[in-house]
């Protein structure tokens, strides 16, 4: 994992139920073999978080598909037990709840990109 330290206006518990949630999905797309990349960075009043996996990526027509409950790709389910299919649907609640989103984006090179946004934690006077 790489960048600054952002600190977003969130419920820990939820936002660590979204990263581990993620990064998770990552492990399980990119393989024993595979890796994934996590960046973190500010972005206008945003903590924007970034991960990429080395797997075999997620289709154009199933990008906003993935975040409907029970739906997991055939893919997702090769060679482990996997999930029920609801975690992603409720990691992008939580993210919205939260004033902000998480969306699977075109990746950059081979396997699958997902972005979190959440509101950054208001910054007092002074304090850089």
């Given at each position: 994992?790489?960048?600054?330290?952002?600190?977003?206006?969130a419920?820990?518990?939820?936002?660590?139920s979204?990263?581990?949630?993620?990064?998770?999905?990552?492990?399980?797309?990119?393989?024993?073999?595979?890796?994934?990349?996590?960046?973190?960075?500010?972005?206008?009043?945003?903590?924007?978080?970034?991960?990429?996996?080395?797997?075999?990526?997620?289709?154009?027509?199933?990008?906003?598909?993935?975040?409907?409950?029970?739906?997991?790709l055939?893919?997702?389910?090769?060679g482990?037990?996997?999930?029920?299919?609801?975690?992603l649907?409720i990691a992008?609640?939580?993210?919205?709840?939260?004033g902000?989103?998480?969306?699977?984006?075109?990746p950059?090179?081979?396997?699958?990109?997902?972005?979190?946004?959440?509101?950054?934690?208001?910054?007092?006077?002074?304090?850089?």
């Open positions: 994992m790489s960048g600054p330290e952002v600190i977003a206006r419920d820990a518990a939820k936002v660590s979204i990263l581990r949630n993620v990064i998770d999905n990552a492990m399980r797309a990119a393989g024993s073999q595979g890796k994934v990349h996590v960046v973190v960075r500010e972005q206008d009043q945003y903590a924007i978080a970034e991960f990429w996996d080395s797997g075999p990526g997620v289709p154009p027509s199933e990008r906003e598909r993935i975040f409907e409950r029970l739906v997991r055939d893919h997702g389910r090769a482990d037990a996997g999930g029920s299919g609801l975690g649907a992008r609640g939580y993210a919205r709840a939260h902000g989103d998480l969306s699977c984006e075109e950059r090179g081979i396997g699958a990109m997902f972005r979190l946004i959440l509101p950054l934690e208001p910054r007092q006077a002074g304090v850089h």
